[in-house]
């Protein structure tokens, strides 16, 4: 699973919809693996507006990243290729290959094996 | 031609066997990538978009939305969802570039609100008509679904989602579901009548460039023939007339002339204007 993906991904179970804690879901002994991937400095821009910066911000942290800068890149900050290019390295090129994403909310964990989340839930949950 | 959808649920049937037949089939393949095509044209992109792909399967139409050409607005990045574990693989097999889910499209859409520019669905929905337990029904299946593909579209954003209805029952519970969760939606058919017809359920989500209905989304293609179901509604309605004297909506008429006046008037129900039973 991408960083990106995990960026949008909110817990599946009826309950969470309409708690801000089952965003985002967080991360247990995640594997991490990089896959080399072209860059797109306009998929970046548009995609940009819509990432959730703080939950970007947490996310790395469980990832082990160093932390990010404090507010999301914005104005002539994208016109840095550097930037974007960093940018396009954490989301789309990392990958979560193995571990675990448990909602903040309602404690739930979805398996990731080999970079596939499994969110089938049992039906009393959905 | 026998349908698997009346065989087996979708993570039975699909196994390992089935999904490696499916995805090695040179005659699949060219339907699936003519319909994908086919798909894109109807979603018209202009920029590198964030895509979801319902029902990805081994990746086939998800591997055609990280192909497209630059100068055609691509290439699109996508998280593509499917129920059988053995599609995935096979997806995984191939390595296809887009994020994959193991997840049930009738559970609904675990993204958050305004996540995806469009989404696409490639002969996977009519799967949605079919319950395989008795806890849970076509219909609820199909609301959570529209209901969570609604939300977790960008305003503006749309759907195009090819399907292979049983009947004409299954083709309107679907329309239907798509638009009580609040879609604009039409139905392009390409090659109607004949034995490869096929249906692409269009879906818009409002508050974007796309101006007056749903019908605008094919302005500027070529071949294609408009048939407006609500302007015949409209019309027969319009043919009917004034309301004639003695029937309801004559009489409601009536009513609120006399409660305007200050009379006192019987409340209207549905039993107003209705004939009494004949008594013995």
Partial sequence: MKVITANFVTCAVKDCKTSPASFPLHFNDAELEQQELDFQPEFIRNILPRIDWDALRTISNELGFPSLPESKPEGEALDNEQTLKDLHRLLLETHVTEGKLTCGNCGHSYMIKEGIANFLLPSHLV | ?280
């Fill in chain 2, 1 to 280: 031609m026998s349908r698997p959808e009346d065989i087996l649920p979708p993570d039975l049937f699909y196994n390992d066997n089935e999904s490696r037949k499916y995805t090695k089939s040179s005659r699949i393949r060219n339907i699936q990538a003519s319909m994908t095509s086919r798909a894109l044209e109807l979603l018209d992109l202009k920029s590198p978009s964030f895509i979801l792909d319902l029902g990805c399967g081994s990746g086939l139409s998800g591997e055609m939305l990280s192909e497209v050409a630059e100068e055609e607005g691509g290439p699109h990045t996508w998280v593509g969802m499917d129920i059988s574990p053995s599609m995935l693989d096979v997806a995984l097999q191939r390595e296809v570039e887009g994020d994959l889910f193991l997840a049930d499209i009738g559970q609904g859409v675990p993204f958050r609100p305004g996540t995806f520019d469009a989404a696409i669905s490639i002969s996977a929905i009519q799967w949605l008509c079919n319950a395989e337990s008795s806890d849970v029904s076509p219909e609820g299946r199909l609301r959570r679904f529209f209901e969570g593909l609604y939300a977790s579209l960008r305003r503006g954003g749309r759907a195009v989602c090819q399907f292979y209805p049983k009947n004409d029952v299954q083709r309107s519970m679907i329309s239907g579901a798509a638009i009580k969760a609040g879609f604009g939606a039409g139905i392009l058919e390409d090659d109607p009548g004949t034995k490869s017809s096929k249906l692409y359920l269009v879906l818009t989500v409002g508050g974007g460039g796309l101006t007056g209905d749903i019908t605008g989304v094919v302005n500027g293609m070529d071949d294609v023939n408009v048939l407006d179901a609500r302007r015949k509604a409209a019309e027969i309605n319009h043919a009917r007339g004034p309301p004639r004297k003695g029937d309801k909506a004559w009489i409601l008429n009536k009513k609120e002339q006399m409660a305007k006046k200050g009379k006192v008037v019987k409340a209207s129900s549905k039993y107003t204007g209705r004939k009494r039973r004949i008594a013995f």
